[in-house]
T-cell receptor
Framework: KAGVTQTPRYLIKTRGQQVTLSCSPI?????VSWYQQTPGQGLQFLFE???????NKGNFPGRFSGRQFSNSRSEMNVSTLELGDSALYLC?????????????FGSGTRLTVV | DQQVKQNSPSLSVQEGRISILNCDYT??????FLWYKKYPAEGPTFLIS?????DKNEDGRFTVFLNKSAKHLSLHIVPSQPGDSAVYFC????????????FGEGTQLTVNP
């Protein structure tokens, strides 16, 4: 069975631009969460979607937004990019909202802002 | 406020010996704990988890211990293999927070042949 697919794998953007990242969860998984990983910071929770509704949001500015479609695919958008937004962005899918059956991560999108 | 902490940024062990990775947490509302392994340029891979109602969970070479009174958990890998070399993340979840995981900063494990 296919895993969590994130596209693109690598992205280079200029300060001030906006970017959209995509995540396709495992088939049947309805919960998608997004995390940002920067050097020395571990993984920081961005937001979580379940059945097209944002259920949880981390402590990130409003420039970070997301959405989920009826097929559970999710996108996250970052507007007015800053150098500090350079990071590995990971999404994770799980069967249920509580993730009781485990979370599966994608390989991530490496975003570089120059 | 770092609610999940992994105080050792790195750990080096010999092949065949035991690796012990530690994790402390401050939020007593966490009810589920997970360990993930991560290689560079890949997403974290789930290793093992433990519910707060248990104090031990085993899966092959991996065992996780939970000490709720000390708010401490540890991951034991026995025997350690060179392929175990990776960054290990401890994560915690509150049932009321949906799928949101709070991660530690990670520990780089190096297993030397």
């Amino acid at each position: 069975k296919a895993g969590v697919t994130q596209t693109p794998r690598y992205l280079i953007k200029t300060r001030g631009q906006q970017v959209t990242l995509s995540c396709s969860p495992i088939s049947g998984h309805r919960s998608v969460s997004w995390y940002q990983q920067t050097p020395g910071q571990g993984l920081q929770f961005l937001f979580e979607y379940f059945s097209e509704t944002q259920r949880n949001k981390g402590n990130f500015p409003g420039r970070f937004s997301g959405r989920q479609f009826s097929n559970s695919r999710s996108e996250m958008n970052v507007s007015t990019l800053e150098l500090g937004d350079s990071a590995l962005y990971l999404c994770a899918s799980s069967l249920l909202l509580t993730g009781s059956y485990g979370y599966t991560f994608g390989s991530g999108t490496r975003l570089t802002v120059v | 406020d770092q609610q999940v902490k992994q105080n050792s940024p790195s750990l080096s062990v010999q092949e065949g010996r035991i690796s012990i990775l530690n994790c402390d947490y401050t939020n007593s509302m966490f009810d589920y704990f997970l360990w993930y392994k991560k290689y560079p340029a890949e997403g974290p891979t789930f290793l093992i988890s433990i519910s707060s109602i248990k104090d031990k969970n085993e899966d092959g070479r991996f065992t996780v211990f939970l000490n709720k009174s000390a708010k401490h958990l540890s991951l034991h890998i026995v025997p350690s293999q060179p392929g175990d070399s990776a960054v290990y993340f401890c994560a915690a979840r509150r049932e009321t927070s949906g799928s949101r995981l709070t991660f530690g900063e990670g520990t780089q494990l190096t297993v030397n042949p």
